[in-house]
């Protein structure tokens, strides 16, 4: 004779395990989004730190702010992915700190 399953170990084992199991899949795929987004930040946050210090080493060892992205890189060693980020750099004067803006391309 064969013993029939009670009805909540059916419900467990049918509906609750599935979506239970589809909760952690979905939460982890948030986590490692959020832990992406938090390592392009940085990454964008440290670029445009680099390029501000190289303007300011440039500046003390000149006596004026690099009149472009190309000469900050060729004379102080700064290194820009252009795969990855977008530099915008506008020097406005030999006595003025460039505008920097930096941005993550897609």
């Not at 979506?19 to 390592?39: I, M, P």
């Not at 190289?54 to 004026?64: K, N």
């Not at 290194?79 to 530099?87: E, F, L, N, T």
């Amino acid at each position: 004779m064969a013993k029939t399953e009670p009805v909540w170990s059916r419900l467990l084992r049918n509906i609750l395990l599935p979506l239970g199991a589809l909760a952690v899949v979905v939460f982890f795929a948030g986590a490692v989004e959020s832990l992406d987004k938090g390592n392009a930040e940085k990454g964008i946050s440290q670029l445009e730190e680099a390029l501000r210090r190289g303007c300011v080493a440039c500046y003390a060892a000149e006596g004026a702010y690099p009149p472009s992205l190309a000469y900050l890189e060729e004379h102080y060693g700064v290194q820009v992915d252009g795969s990855r980020y977008a530099v915008y750099y506008m020097a406005q004067g030999e006595n003025l700190m460039p505008e920097i803006t930096v941005l993550e391309r897609s």
